[in-house]
């Protein structure tokens, strides 16, 4: 159920949603209005965003002003939002194949602009929509709907990704843990004012991932995700074999003196306005 | 005072977008239309407006309709390979019904093509280009002045009627340089998209006036809705019953084609007792009135008929046409795209003689009048 000061960021009318009973990206939804709502952020001055896929959906059901747009290009339309009215504090929800796979490109170039948007990346390791084929995070060895053998894909690590593109803050949590999402959510929210953050929220798919690879129910999926979590404080310590298979949560990338790219274009108006 | 300058095309397609209000550009480069986005960087800024060149055209076009969305006119540009990549984003521009100019420079093709070389190739691209059904508005300008007067009024009719409008120059025309008068602000109409007037808690934000047009608030404006790619109602969430698609997608063709009227623009020379009559645009117009001026002084009966708008096409007026001339040549620098529309409105009323160049270059005046000659 959800938190009672939540409620009102919900479009009930748009209920029931689409999200099979148990999927994780509900956990997400709802830690995602938690920090909303503690941030104390105007409901009018919310701008929630995302492309197309079963996360995508996200927005459609959250009382803001939301924006559903196409297949990977949620965070170029983002920044077009962004740029044009650098009050709204915009939060991007993409699914791992939205994100790293058709809006790779997307993604990478609004990490380098750091671009004040939260960018929160649902993954689930599957394309959850169409039936549950591989995504680029698939892990290797799993089966999909287009690896039926297994799949030999090598995976992304999307927060290497996100901080090797120049993203100032990138964080990873997983729904197992949903205050540590919503905490590490508001500070991603509060850092949009510094620049591009980006939050990978490791979420499942049972229906299409679990039902191939031994995890068919939600709780198989809660209890996978516990058992291979490890603190970053922790993973600092580990060896690369001892870390293989785990999923490392925390903060990766913190830039405090970072600035942002609506506010540097600030610079140029004000070069151009010198010059005529 | 009215001020006159020597500019290229694509100068003056930026320049009259911002003439219109235009405060937002998001592009990436391609030959020919390069210089639109260039002027815009220069420009935008000393106006308190916003540039971004993104990382390729589905970004250019993405930030653009977002930038709209958030309330601030917005335009891209693009050619040939580009605007085969904006397509499914101009889909999404005519279904969420979100105002911005695309302008298409056009270039010889497919695929890579002639990248410096003129065509006019994308006629039934902007009609059909993207997946489903709308009605699609544009302009095909025929010279500087133009470029920068029916860019402003692509603004206008986006603004109007919520929706992406294209202005179809050719590469001749976007960098071909030539004298324009700058017509005053104050001289020309600026159309603003509607506001609602209800209160938020009123607004239902996908429900059309009489006019079949829905008002459009901006995020922040203290409005929230939702704006997607699906078919919905007009609450704007997804639907999948039959009659409401049905009134969704029928509105959004409607609502261009109650005013088609209005919005066809087309220009006529030497056409009163015209016997032939040449239908061309954008570049080659000009090679065609040359041809025609000569043929004149000759006395050879014959006329030309310029579409302004390409889309909607001027069909009800060639109709009238083709029932008082014998012949209609249409020289395209394509293998013979509009032609097609000349021949569904002429019903076989007089003779439509297709002429075709698809090799990079222009029509010479010369080449005109000899088809003339040919049917004379
Ligand atoms: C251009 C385009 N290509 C493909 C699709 C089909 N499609 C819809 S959702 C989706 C995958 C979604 O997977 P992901 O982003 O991982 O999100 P999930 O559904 O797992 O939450 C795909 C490929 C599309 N809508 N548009
Ligand atoms: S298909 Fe998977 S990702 Fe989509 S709603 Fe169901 S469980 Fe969630």
Redesign the pocket.
């Known amino acids: 159920m959800p938190r009672e000061d939540v409620k009102k960021l919900l479009r009930t009318k748009f209920m029931p949603h689409i999200w099979c009973p148990g999927c994780g ?1 509900g956990i997400i939804m709802h830690s995602i209005l938690r920090a909303i709502s503690d941030l104390n952020i105007p409901q009018d001055k919310v701008c929630i965003s995302s ?6 959906r996200m927005p459609g059901y959250i009382d803001a002003c939301t924006l559903h747009t ?3 290009r949620s965070l170029a339309f983002a920044t077009g939002v962004k740029l044009a009215n650098p009050e709204l504090t915009i939060v991007n929800v ?6 790293t796979a ?1 809006g790779g490109n997307h993604f990478i170039h609004a990490c380098r602009r750091n671009i004040g948007i939260t960018a929160v990346l ?1 993954n ?1 390791n ?5 039936g549950g ?1 591989a ?1 680029p995070t698939t892990p290797e060895g799993a089966f999909a709907a287009t690896a039926p053998y297994g799949s030999i894909d090598p995976t992304f690590d999307i927060c290497k990704l996100a901080a090797g593109a120049g993203a100032t803050f990138v964080a990873r949590a997983t729904v197992a843990n949903p205050i540590m999402c919503e905490q590490i959510l508001k500070k991603a929210i509060e850092h949009q004012k510094k620049g591009f953050a980006l939050v990978e929220i490791i979420s499942f ?1 049972h229906t299409q991932f679990g039902r191939k690879n031994k995890r068919s129910r939600p709780t198989d999926n809660i209890k996978f995700l516990k058992e291979h979590t490890v603190l970053k404080a922790q993973a600092d310590k580990m060896t690369p074999e001892e870390l293989e298979g785990k999923i490392v949560v925390g903060e990766f990338v913190n830039i405090e003196n970072a600035r942002e790219y609506t506010d540097r274009y600030n610079d140029v108006i004000e070069r151009a306005q010198a010059q005529a | 005072m009215a001020q006159n300058e020597f500019w290229q095309g694509n100068k003056a397609i930026a320049m009259g977008a911002i003439a219109a209000g235009c405060r937002f550009f998001g592009g990436y480069p391609i030959t020919p239309s390069t210089e639109v986005m260039e002027v815009m960087s220069e420009e935008l800024p000393k106006l308190g407006g916003k540039f971004v060149q993104m990382e390729d055209e589905i970004g250019g076009i993405a930030a653009t309709l977002g930038a709209s969305i958030a309330g601030k006119k917005a335009m891209t540009a693009s050619s040939g390979p580009g605007i085969s990549l904006k397509q ?1 984003l101009l889909g999404y521009g005519y279904i969420a019904e979100i105002p911005m100019v695309l302008a298409d420079i056009q270039r010889g093709g497919p695929s890579t093509g002639l990248p410096t070389k003129v065509s006019q190739a994308d006629v039934m691209q902007a009609k059909w280009g993207t997946h489903g059904d709308h009605a699609t508005i544009a302009y095909a300008p025929c010279s500087i002045p133009e470029c920068y007067s029916l860019t402003i009024k692509a603004f206008n009719m986006a603004e109007r009627f919520r929706q992406p409008v294209l202005v179809m120059a050719d590469e001749v025309i976007g960098h071909m340089r030539e004298k324009i008068t700058i017509p005053e602000a104050g001289s020309f109409e600026v159309i603003d998209r509607k506001k609602p007037t209800v209160s938020p808690e009123e607004f239902v934000p996908y429900r059309a006036d009489a006019d079949d047009v829905p008002p459009m608030p901006a995020f922040g404006d203290g409005y929230r809705w939702h704006v997607t790619g699906l078919t919905t109602t007009e609450w704007g969430f997804p639907t999948n019953d039959a009659p409401d698609i049905d009134l969704k997608a029928n509105r959004i063709i409607r609502k261009v084609e109650r005013f088609r009227d209005e919005i066809v623009e087309y220009r006529e020379d030497f056409m009163e007792d015209a016997e032939i009559v040449v239908i061309s645009y954008g570049s080659v117009s000009r090679s065609s009135l040359r041809a025609i001026r000569e043929l004149r002084e000759q006395g050879v009966k014959v006329g030309h008929f310029r579409p302004i708008t390409l889309w909607p096409f001027p069909d009800k007026e060639i109709a009238e046409i083709s029932k008082r001339v014998k012949h209609i040549i249409v020289p395209e620098l394509n293998a013979g795209q509009m032609v097609l529309e000349v021949e569904r409105a002429v019903k076989g009323n007089c003779e439509v003689h297709r002429k075709n160049l698809i090799n990079g270059e222009l029509y010479k005046p010369a080449e005109i009048m000899s088809f003339i000659k040919e049917v004379a």
């Not at chain 1, 993409?94 to 994100?99: P, Q």
């Not at chain 1, 599957?126 to 169409?130: C, F, L, P, S, V």
């Open positions: 990206h492309g197309i896929g079963c996360s995508s196409a297949h990977g993409m699914g791992d194949g939205d994100g058709i649902m689930n599957i394309y959850g929509m169409t084929q995504s798919c | 499914e």
